[in-house]
């Protein structure tokens, strides 16, 4: 009779926690996701918002979900943000940002651990203090913490070492502080480096190798390493030829 009830406890278990509708949208949404990360296009990262908001409408929606959802709302800010200046949407850009961290503090809600979420909150918060330093006051103890977490539960993630090491690439203001962030940086890439080896589930991550390298040159850049820029300029080309912020470091390295 033990023995029934622990295999019927066994087969209760996936079923309530998993959410095969939920689930299936977010795959679908993925997919788009990543294809708006290849062409770098805003079209299909709303596509791709769109999916994963579908997604957490379930009510049994989990942290993979939100996840998924903070990190195409998160991408399509960053999309936002880079078109040129005449072109730009500030409102939209906040929007998604405001819509990221919604996502994702409600994915650390469902899952304390989830360390990509708590590395994305960490690295949202620091934005909105590089917009009003004020806010640094009641969101800079917050970033810590989150990004703490990250690292408590995701030290040999690649995306946490590299959010936090772009964190502090951008607050870096010596060249002490700037050696830090890249040795972060270089640890996210090695990181980067065996998860490529290994084959991705279906809700698995897999973007920021390219944006890391891209941190990597522009961090050798500041260093006044222009050689050691440029080789790394042109590995973040080879895997994302859109990245702009690579094309740009690239221009500038290489200037006569």
Same mark, same amino acid.
């Given at each position: 009779?033990?023995?029934?009830?622990?295999?019927?406890?066994?087969?209760?278990?996936?079923? +309530? *926690?998993?959410?095969?509708?939920?689930?299936?949208?977010?795959?679908?949404?993925?997919?788009?996701?990543?294809?708006?990360?290849?062409? &770098?296009?805003?079209?299909?990262? @709303? @596509?791709?918002?769109?999916?994963?908001? =579908?997604?957490? @409408?379930? %009510?049994?929606?989990?942290? %993979?979900?939100?996840?998924?959802?903070?990190?195409?709302?998160? *991408?399509?800010?960053? =999309?936002?943000?880079?078109?040129?200046?005449?072109?730009?949407?500030?409102?939209?850009?906040? %929007?998604?940002?405001?819509?990221?961290?919604?996502?994702?503090? =409600? +994915?650390?809600?469902?899952?304390?651990?989830?360390?990509?979420?708590?590395?994305?909150?960490?690295?949202?918060?620091?934005?909105?203090?590089?917009?009003?330093?004020?806010?640094?006051? &009641?969101?800079?103890?917050?970033?810590?913490?989150?990004?703490?977490?990250?690292?408590?539960?995701?030290?040999?993630?690649?995306?946490?070492?590299?959010?936090?090491? @772009?964190?502090?690439?951008?607050?870096?203001?010596?060249?002490?502080?700037?050696?830090?962030? #890249?040795? %972060? $940086?270089?640890?996210?890439?090695?990181?980067?480096?065996?998860?490529?080896?290994?084959?991705?589930?279906? #809700?698995?991550?897999?973007?920021?190798?390219?944006?890391?390298?891209?941190?990597?040159?522009?961090?050798?850049?500041?260093?006044? =390493?222009?050689?050691?820029?440029?080789?790394?300029?042109?590995?973040? $080309?080879?895997?994302?030829?859109?990245?702009?912020?690579?094309?740009?470091? $690239?221009?500038?390295?290489?200037?006569?």
């Amino acid at each position: 009779m033990i023995r029934v009830l622990a295999f019927l406890l066994v087969l209760a278990t996936p079923c +309530a *926690h998993a959410n095969p509708e939920a689930d299936k949208l977010t795959r679908v949404g993925i997919v788009e996701f990543t294809n708006a990360y290849k062409e &770098w296009d805003d079209a299909r990262f @709303t @596509t791709a918002v769109n999916l994963c908001q =579908q997604a957490c @409408t379930n %009510t049994s929606a989990t942290a %993979t979900n939100y996840y998924w959802l903070g990190a195409a709302e998160f *991408h399509r800010m960053l =999309q936002l943000l880079g078109l040129p200046a005449s072109t730009r949407n500030k409102l939209n850009a906040e %929007t998604a940002l405001d819509a990221a961290v919604e996502a994702l503090t =409600q +994915a650390v809600k469902l899952d304390s651990r989830h360390a990509e979420s708590h590395a994305l909150l960490g690295t949202l918060y620091g934005m909105k203090i590089s917009e009003n330093i004020l806010r640094a006051v &009641w969101l800079g103890p917050r970033a810590e913490r989150e990004f703490k977490l990250a690292l408590t539960n995701g030290a040999a993630n690649p995306r946490v070492q590299y959010l936090i090491g @772009t964190s502090q690439f951008y607050t870096a203001m010596r060249n002490a502080s700037r050696r830090e962030a #890249l040795t %972060t $940086l270089l640890v996210a890439e090695k990181l980067f480096e065996a998860e490529a080896k290994v084959p991705a589930a279906p #809700l698995e991550p897999r973007w920021g190798h390219d944006s890391c390298l891209t941190f990597i040159g522009s961090s050798y850049e500041k260093l006044g =390493q222009r050689t050691e820029a440029e080789n790394y300029f042109r590995k973040a $080309l080879a895997l994302h030829p859109q990245d702009g912020l690579a094309q740009a470091g $690239l221009k500038r390295v290489t200037k006569n």
